[in-house]
């Protein structure tokens, strides 16, 4: 290094201590073997750091993914594998009891009033309890009690087709289950607003507006559109309330006690029906349940909430049934004997945006018995707390992570800086003075 003749002594040693550092990083194999070593503990403390980072990244990543996977996938089979289908009425004519799945008010949400992110979590947890219920339980027959949709009154015939497409993409069926849909005042709108377009465009797409019959081994359950059972004389009740005699004469044929027979489909086996329909039979309240998860009891309206005393006994008086499901109150109920003196169940809504707990029910039902489990869905308060508690969990993890990784580089740091400063002052040391 030339050095300036001309400069003060304070400052030709002050250049000289300087150079002399500058020598001993520059010329780092050419001075003493200590100072190699220390440079590769250096070099290895930094690459020991990188990779703890790394490490702590990557085990954040992995417990968000785990947090994940199970509130989205495997907390629905842990929560269902609690359930199981009723115990099995005896075989009648050796044939075994049909396994059905009911659930309702499933209120899919549409392009007025659904916001993406509501209609991707409800859709999702819905679509994800019904696929693990085919895959642990796969029911022969599986009835949806009506409000498919929060707004198919509302919806032009293109936002209708998305709308079905949805459904049956989000309740698809394995091979061997059946899948029936009720007609729902979400549907099709109550009986003031609902308009024959809006019911034939539902029949068409579900094949079922009025009042139909389906049996299965002898078990006979008939679907009524509640929205029909105003009893005023429109066309749309007129039409049920047809539909409904015609099936009340299948059935009195059935018993042997009908009139003009010859004309009239004969059943392969008489058995009570099960009326599956939206709105429930009349009660004033869930008062008269033996088992309820309303949070408060509200008085009901007729043909708002249940359907009319009158539609009640029209509908025991023309198909004497046996035991009768609903849903539209959103909450579940259990009615030992209703007004018509027989078992009915109220189902609770399906999805997380009309209820905390929904759930869905299962039955073993033969021609003469039927057993009946209700099956409780993951809690969205529950899975809400998980997600809380275990990004909790990851943060302060990574931040005491984080912050053994900060305190041994601080040590490294002034680690280095030391021997920086004592190489420097040995190399100046050994620098010859003027």
């Not at 079905?164 to 003031?192: A, C, M, W």
């Not at 939206?278 to 949070?295: G, I, K, L, N, T």
Request: with cysteine.
């Amino acid at each position: 290094f030339c050095i300036s003749v001309t400069a003060a002594d304070e400052t030709r040693h002050r250049i000289f201590i300087l150079s002399a550092a500058a020598a001993a990083v520059i010329l780092r194999p050419k001075i003493t073997g200590n100072a190699v070593i220390g440079g590769r503990r250096k070099h290895r403390s930094s690459t020991h750091s990188r990779m703890k980072l790394r490490n702590l990244l990557f085990r954040l990543l992995a417990g968000a993914l785990c947090l994940v996977l199970f509130n989205e996938f495997f907390v629905y089979y842990l929560v269902l594998l609690e359930c199981q289908w009723p115990t099995k009425p005896h075989p009648v004519n050796g044939q075994e009891p049909v396994k059905v799945m009911l659930l309702a008010d499933t209120h899919l949400l549409g392009p007025i009033h659904g916001h993406w992110f509501d209609k991707l979590r409800r859709e999702w947890q819905m679509h994800r309890t019904f696929q693990s219920a085919m895959t642990l339980f796969r029911p022969e027959a599986v009835f949806v009690l009506g409000d498919i949709f929060d707004e198919g009154n509302w919806v032009n015939q293109k936002e209708f087709d998305a709308y079905v497409d949805r459904f049956r993409k989000l309740f698809h069926t394995p091979e061997g289950t059946q899948l029936y849909s009720i007609v729902g005042n979400h549907d099709i709108g109550f009986h003031y607003a609902t308009h024959p377009y809006l019911t034939h465009r539902f029949g068409k797409a579900f094949n079922n507006t009025g009042v139909t019959m389906t049996s299965i081994r002898g078990v006979n359950f008939v679907a009524i559109n509640s929205v029909a059972m105003e009893g005023d004389g429109c066309q749309l009740c007129e039409t049920a309330e047809k539909e409904l005699r015609g099936i009340s004469a299948i059935f009195k044929c059935g018993r042997g006690v009908g009139h003009g027979c010859k004309s009239v489909p004969k059943l392969e086996e008489y058995s009570r029906p099960i009326v599956l329909q939206h709105y429930p039979m009349y009660r004033e309240s869930d008062r008269a349940c033996q088992e309820y998860d309303a949070p408060q009891i509200e008085l009901y309206r007729e043909r708002w909430e249940v359907i009319s005393k009158e539609s009640t006994d029209l509908i025991g008086e023309l198909i004497n049934p046996r035991l009768s499901f609903s849903g539209h109150t959103h909450h579940y109920c259990h009615v030992a004997k209703n007004r018509l003196g027989i078992e009915e169940y109220t189902l609770a809504s399906f999805s997380w945006r009309n209820k905390n707990n929904p759930s869905f029910v299962l039955a073993q039902i033969s021609p003469s018995e039927h057993t009946i489990a209700r099956c409780q869905m993951p809690v969205e308060n529950t899975i809400i707390n998980i997600y809380l508690v275990g990004g909790i969990v990851l943060v302060l993890s990574s931040i005491l992570r984080l912050g053994s990784f900060v305190s041994q580089l601080r040590i490294f740091s002034r680690g280095g800086r030391r021997e920086y400063r004592k190489l420097a002052n040995t190399s100046a040391n050994k620098l010859p003075r003027d």
